[in-house]
Every structure is written in C-alpha cells, then in structure tokens.
Nanobody, 122 residues
Framework: QVQLVESGGGLVQAGDSLRLSCAAS????????MGWFRQAPGKEREFVGA??????YYADSVKGRFTISRDNAKNTVDLQMNSLKAEDTAVYFC?????????????????WGQGTQVTVSS
C-alpha cells in the first residue's frame, strides 16, 4: 500500500524558516513527480511546488523562498521554507504523481499524505 507521511509542521514567526519532510513507503518514487500543495481555511488547495527527477517548479508566491529537494535513496522529499509570511499559513500536503508531466493541479496527483499544519504568526 502506498503511503506518504509529512512531518515538520509547526508554529513559527514571520521571517522564520521551517523544513517539511515527506516520507514515501510502499513504492519507489524515484521516477515519480513529487509535489507539495497547501490549503488554508476556506480556500482551495493550491500548488506550492514540485520536482520531477532534478527539475523543480514553484508557484510564484513561494519562488525564491521555498526549495524542494528529494533523496531517492531514502524515498523522501523535503520542502525548505524560508522568509515565511503569515499568508503561508496552511495545511501542507505531500503528493505523488506517476505521470511524466510535472503537474500543478491537484487532480494530477494520485497519492496524498495526511497533511501537516504550518502556522506563521505576524
């Protein structure tokens, strides 16, 4: 059974950094597209960034502040978040897609983690 588990969320102040980690089990994701999404209360789930092999792509709202890295040997993908803002507050989800395309839509991802809360106080 495929499982994605996020960790590393928490409460931080604006300007701080936080690192989220996603551990995949049940399948090797070295060739999968791994994405990060977030959902704030009352809002739709939105794309944060994704990585396919060594190629990364980010939403404009986080570009230059967030970085995705993956370790295929450990089946993990991390999201380093710097210069956090109050508007980054959301539940962050890790997702995996077996498509060859680096997608930015949630419907393109077949597997999801349970999410981890990130709260940024201003």
């Amino acid at each position: 059974q495929v499982q994605l588990v996020e960790s590393g969320g928490g409460l931080v102040q604006a300007g701080d950094s936080l690192r989220l980690s996603c551990a995949a089990s049940g399948r090797t994701f070295s060739s999968a597209v791994m994405g990060w999404f977030r959902q704030a209360p009352g809002k739709e789930r939105e794309f944060v960034g994704a990585v396919r092999r060594v190629v990364t792509y980010y939403a404009d709202s986080v570009k230059g502040r967030f970085t995705i890295s993956r370790d295929n040997a450990k089946n993990t993908v991390d999201l380093q978040m710097n210069s956090l803002k109050a508007e980054d507050t959301a539940v962050y989800f890790c997702a995996a897609s077996l498509s060859v395309r680096l997608g930015v839509s949630a419907v393109e991802y077949e597997y999801w983690g349970q999410g981890t809360q990130v709260t940024v106080s201003s």
